[in-house]
């Protein structure tokens, strides 16, 4: 019976010291933690996009695989465009009627006419043909694939480099606008009619929330146990 006691009192105080290895905190140098975004963190940063088209007079407009560039370029400004989108013409006589062809295609094209900016350049910098631009947000980390370290060899309990790479590379590639990543947006305008209505019937004691129909309800269908 002694020997059976003293048994089980060695092995207790081993469970006790593993059981504290486990829980014990791995040291950190500073190069590595376990937070796979500060391993890996999203930089938010501006660029710069442009075409060039060529054109000759407001009459012969745009040649159709040009017109097709203009209007992808728009449709991207419009979705994630920052600021405003620049249209540059070449110098000459006929500067002022190029303007306002762009200036009147890009407002047809859902362009606040606020947001389009409008200016000349040397025709000998492009060959006389029109520039147009804009600045974008885009969101981006470092490439992942690091297989410098010895995944057999983790005496430091640490998460290897590649830590959280893929899922971050994934939120950067996914996020509708990155500016979101860097600085949360303004609140939009309140509705001043429902906040009314809201208020109104709770002044007399009546349910706040909006009423659903019965084509609207949650609720799961019940399923037939029934034998066929």
């Known amino acids: 019976m002694a020997r059976l006691m003293i048994n089980m009192s060695r092995g207790a105080a081993l469970i006790a010291v593993l059981l504290a290895g486990s829980c014990a905190a791995p040291t950190n140098d500073g190069t590595v933690v376990s937070d796979g975004l500060a391993n890996h963190p999203?930089?938010?940063a501006p660029s710069y996009r442009s075409i060039e088209l060529a054109f000759s007079t407001p009459s012969a407009g745009l040649a159709p695989q040009d017109e097709n560039q203009l209007e992808a370029f728009a449709n991207d400004y419009l979705s994630r465009g920052d600021g405003?989108?620049?249209v540059s013409v070449p110098s000459g006589t006929d500067s002022s009627e190029a303007l306002t062809?762009?200036?009147?295609?890009?407002a047809q094209m859902g362009?606040?006419?606020s947001r389009i900016l409008v200016g000349?350049?040397?025709?000998?910098s492009t060959y006389g043909r029109v520039e147009l631009g804009y600045m974008v947000y885009t969101a981006s980390t470092a490439?992942?694939?690091d297989w410098s370290e010895n995944a057999a060899d983790n005496a430091s309990n640490l998460p290897r480099q590649d830590f959280g790479c893929s899922v971050q590379h994934n939120i950067a590639?996914?996020?509708a606008d990155p500016r979101d990543l860097a600085t949360p947006r303004?609140?939009?305008?309140?509705?001043?009619?429902r906040r009314g209505t809201v208020i109104e019937n709770y002044e007399k004691a009546q349910t706040t929330g909006t009423a659903k129909s019965t084509q609207q309800s949650g609720n799961v269908a019940d399923v037939s146990t029934g034998s066929q």
Request: net charge neutral; with cysteine; aromatic share 6%.
């Open 186 to 193: 303004g609140m939009g305008p309140s509705d001043a009619t």
């Open 173 to 175: 590639a996914m996020v």
């Open 143 to 145: 490439p992942c694939a």
């Open 84 to 86: 405003a989108i620049s």
């Open 42 to 44: 999203i930089t938010v």
């Open 111 to 113: 362009v606040p006419r």
């Open 120 to 124: 000349t350049h040397d025709k000998g």
């Open 101 to 106: 062809y762009f200036g009147e295609r890009l």
